[in-house]
């Protein structure tokens, strides 16, 4: 109960923040352009400089073989969630221009700007290098056979449709926190020299701005799209199913069958990667809906609906894991 009772705190603090760009938001405090330039700076400046001083502040050379279990992990663990979720469209009859918008609702994950301030609030900075696996192999197979699946489902396309893949981001700015910072952990001659106090201290304090600003973001996309507009028909259940029950019942059933053949992970690395696993759906997709001529409004619906119910469901999944 007192993990329950922690979690419910960690989530409470989380909204709070999301209440204050919704509320913000709802008194014309900010330009329209307001958002977009508040995601580029957490995307291209806060979140690199915050992986960039977790991973040396957390992680060690010998933590790699360990990591590369949990990347094995999150590869199987999403795409067996395409095939129960192409199965589900398929059973369910779901209508085209929706049912990939659905598989890649169900398992992309909103790992920027909700899982990582959940993720902190939960198990603390230590977990950044467990999320930041999760976050990689997250970012590749959505902007790779998440955007096929999409652009595969147009329905204004006779013959199917072609992905233009931007491969850009495949290698988003975030990354290149994790990348820069991997000579600094093996060459220590590099941290002596390079990183002085002020240095460390400009990006501690670059990173620290994720969290409020990440959610502050998500509360004024919150009342940009219009909570009156959130509805709950079939295909939003369905999904929301997919997201919240099938999605984490997969992770957790892998790392419960690797620990099984001897493959042991720290409680922290797989408590973060089943979290993960049952975020909000990517903030991009009613973008991605609309570039491939899908149905925005259920896209966006599907954003709205998980960005607000993750609130009810991670406290569940918490008292769950113990």
């Keep these: 109960m007192a993990i ?19 509320i913000t938001q709802g008194l014309g405090w900010f330009k329209e352009s307001f958002s977009g330039s508040i ?17 040396l502040k957390y992680f060690h050379p010998e933590q790699l073989a360990n990591l590369s279990t949990g990347l094995i992990y999150v590869v199987l663990a999403i795409l067996l969630g395409y095939v129960v979720s192409w199965i589900e469209v398929k059973l369910f009859r779901v209508k085209k221009g929706r049912r990939g918008l659905m598989m890649t609702g169900i398992n992309g994950a909103n790992t920027v700007f909700i899982g990582m301030p959940l993720n902190i609030a939960l198990f603390g900075e230590i977990s950044v290098p467990y999320l930041l696996v999760y976050y990689i192999v997250n970012t590749i197979i959505i902007w790779t056979l998440g955007v096929w699946v999409i652009a595969a489902d147009d329905p204004t396309a006779k013959d199917g ?4 893949f931007d491969w850009h981001h495949l290698i988003p700015a975030p990354l290149w926190g994790f990348i820069v910072a991997i000579p600094f952990l093996y060459i220590p001659w590099l941290q002596e020299h390079l990183l ?6 400009t990006l501690t304090d670059l990173g620290a701005l994720v969290t409020p600003l990440a959610l502050i973001y998500i509360g004024i996309m919150l009342r940009s799209f219009g909570l009156k507009n959130m509805h709950f028909d079939k295909d939003v259940i369905l999904t929301l199913v997919g997201r919240f029950v ?3 019942l997969i992770m957790a059933a892998i790392i419960f069958v690797g620990f ?3 493959v042991s992970m720290v409680p922290t690395f797989s408590k973060t990667l089943i979290v993960q696993a ?6 991009v997709l009613p973008i991605l809906a609309q570039t491939y001529h899908g149905d925005v ?8 609906s998980t960005s607000v119910l993750f609130i009810i469901v991670i406290p569940i999944i918490m008292l769950i894991m113990g």
């Design 4 to 22: 329950f009772i922690t979690s419910i705190q960690s989530v409470l603090a989380i909204v709070i923040m999301i209440a204050v760009g919704y």
């Design 278 to 283: 049952a975020t909000p759906s990517l903030a």
């Design 161 to 164: 449709s072609k992905a233009k």
């Design 196 to 201: 002085v106090n002020f240095v460390q201290t």
């Design 260 to 262: 099984k053949v001897g």
């Design 246 to 248: 099938i999605s984490p």
């Design 39 to 55: 995601s580029k700076i957490i995307m291209k400046v806060a979140l690199p400089c915050s992986i960039f001083v977790a991973m």
């Design 297 to 304: 409004k259920f896209a966006t619906n599907i954003v709205v």
